[in-house]
C-alpha cells in the first residue's frame, strides 16, 4: 500500500476548503497584530493597549473550558463560524472605538474577541480529524502549524504596508472581511454534531467540562506533559517574549528583533514540516529531543551573543516546537474519543497558556531581581528537566496509553 502523501491530504476538496479558509483567516490575524497597537495609540497611551490585550487574553483563558464543551455539543464548524461572526464583532469595535477615548467600548470589543477565541480554538483542533483519515492527521497537523505560522508573517508584513498606505482602520476592515471567506468554506463543509456521531448522552455544561477534565486525568502522560507546558511557559516562553524586544534593541539595534522572529518564524515552519514527513513509533522521543534546543533562548538573553548566533538559537527553538506540535497534537487526536476532544484541546490551552499572562507581567520583573543570568541559569535547568523528566511516566514515549509492547523502535 503506497503511504499517503502531502497531495494527497490537498486532493480533499472539503480538507482544501478547509485549509484555505483558515489560513486565510490567520493572515487577517496577522494584519491585526500590526493595525491594532497602530490605531489604539493613536488615541491612548500604551497602559490602554496593554490593558485592551489582557482583556481579551482573560477572556480566552477564562471561557476556553466552556469553549470546548460547546465544541464537543454542537456541530464544530457551525462552533468555528459564530466564533468567527462574535471576534468580526468584536473587531469591528476596535474600528469604531479604537480612535476615540471610549475605553469601555474597546474593553467590551476585547471581551468578544477573547470570548471568540475560546470557542474556535477547541473546535478547529477538533474538527480536523472529523475531516482528515487517521493516516494523513500527522500530515495535516504539519501543514496546519507550517503555513499558519506563515499566514501570520504574511499578515503582519501585509498590515505593515497597509498601515503606512491606507491607515490601520481599513487595515482592519480587511481583516474582518477575511472571516467572510472563512465563514463561506465553514458553511459549505457543515460537519456534523459529534454527539450525533458517536451517540452520547448530552449532560449539562459544567457536567461536560469535568468529563473532558477526566478523560485526561485518566492518562498520565497527557496531563503530564500539560504541566510540563504550564511551567515551560512561565518560566521560558513568556519571559523571552517580554524580554527579546528590549535586550536586542539594547545590544544590536530596533531592527534587530525583526531578524530575531524571522529566524524563529522561518525555525517554526522548517520543523513543522519536518515532522509531517517523519514516521516513529516513539513521537514522545522525538518531541522531547526537538524541544531542548529551547534551553538556547534564556541563554542567550543572560549573556551577550553575537546577533546570528541568536538567530540560530531561535531557528533551532522554534524548529524543535514545531516539531513538539505537530507530534503532540497528532497524538491529542489518536489518543481521546472524538466526542471529548474539544474539552481536550481547551484543557490542553488552559494548562499551557493559563499563567501566560502573570508570567507576562512578574517573570521579567523577577529576572531583574535575582539577575538575568541567574535567572537563565534557573530557566535552562528547569526546560532541561521538565523535557527529559515527562519520559520516564508510562506513555510519554509512544504518546499513547496503548501496552508499550505494541510498540516498535524507530
Not at 270 to 299: D, E, F, I, Y
Request: proline content about 4%.
Amino acid at each position: 500500500m503506497t503511504e499517503p502523501t502531502l497531495l494527497t491530504l490537498l486532493r480533499d476538496t472539503r480538507y482544501r476548503a478547509f485549509w484555505l479558509g483558515q489560513i486565510t483567516s490567520v493572515v487577517g490575524n496577522g494584519i491585526r497584530i500590526v493595525a491594532l497597537p497602530a490605531l489604539i495609540l493613536s488615541a491612548h497611551d500604551g497602559r490602554t493597549y496593554g490593558i485592551v490585550l489582557a482583556v481579551d487574553s482573560l477572556f480566552a483563558v477564562l471561557l476556553l473550558l466552556f469553549g470546548g464543551a460547546i465544541a464537543d455539543r454542537y456541530s464544530r464548524t457551525s462552533v468555528m463560524a459564530w466564533s468567527d461572526v462574535i471576534r468580526a464583532v468584536g473587531i469591528t469595535g476596535y474600528l469604531v472605538f479604537g480612535g476615540t477615548t471610549h475605553l469601555a467600548g474597546l474593553l467590551v470589543s476585547a471581551a468578544l474577541v477573547g470570548a471568540g477565541t475560546a470557542a474556535f480554538q477547541p473546535a478547529h483542533r477538533a474538527a480536523l480529524p472529523q475531516i482528515v483519515p487517521a493516516e494523513l492527521r500527522q500530515k495535516a497537523n504539519s501543514l496546519d502549524a507550517a503555513t499558519g505560522q506563515l499566514g501570520l508573517a504574511v499578515g503582519a508584513g501585509l498590515g505593515g504596508v497597509l498601515v503606512a498606505t491606507v491607515g490601520p482602520q481599513r487595515a482592519l476592515m480587511i481583516d474582518v472581511a477575511t472571516f467572510a471567506i472563512s465563514l463561506v468554506t465553514l458553511f459549505w463543509i457543515r460537519l456534523p454534531r459529534i454527539a450525533q456521531v458517536a451517540g452520547a448522552v448530552r449532560t449539562s455544561l459544567f457536567a461536560e467540562v469535568r468529563e473532558g477534565i477526566a478523560q485526561v486525568r485518566s492518562r498520565t502522560w497527557a496531563w503530564v506533559i500539560m504541566v510540563q507546558g504550564t511551567a515551560q511557559v512561565f518560566l521560558v516562553f513568556a519571559p523571552y517574549f517580554a524580554l527579546v524586544p528590549v535586550a536586542s534593541a539594547e545590544r544590536y539595534g530596533i531592527e534587530a528583533y525583526g531578524w530575531i522572529s524571522a529566524a524563529g518564524s522561518i525555525g517554526m515552519i522548517a520543523g513543522s514540516t519536518l515532522a509531517g514527513r517523519v514516521t516513529t513509533k516513539r513521537p514522545g522521543l522525538w518531541a522531547m529531543n526537538a524541544l531542548a534546543p529551547s534551553a538556547l533562548l534564556p541563554l542567550c538573553l543572560a549573556f551577550q551573543v553575537p546577533l546570528a548566533v541568536f538567530c540560530a538559537a531561535a531557528f533551532l527553538a522554534w524548529a524543535g516546537i514545531g516539531v513538539f506540535v505537530v507530534f503532540w497534537f497528532t497524538a491529542l487526536q489518536r489518543e481521546f474519543p472524538a466526542e471529548v476532544q474539544g474539552r481536550v484541546f481547551a484543557l490542553e490551552s488552559v494548562a499551557t497558556f493559563g499563567l501566560e499572562p502573570i508570567a507576562l507581567a512578574v517573570a521579567p520583573v523577577l529576572a531583574y531581581q535575582i539577575g538575568l543570568s541567574t535567572f537563565a541559569v534557573i530557566a535552562t535547568v528547569v526546560l532541561i528537566a521538565t523535557t527529559y523528566a515527562v519520559l520516564f511516566v508510562r506513555g510519554a514515549i509512544e504518546l499513547s496509553s496503548a501496552p508499550a509492547s505494541v510498540t516498535a523502535r524507530v
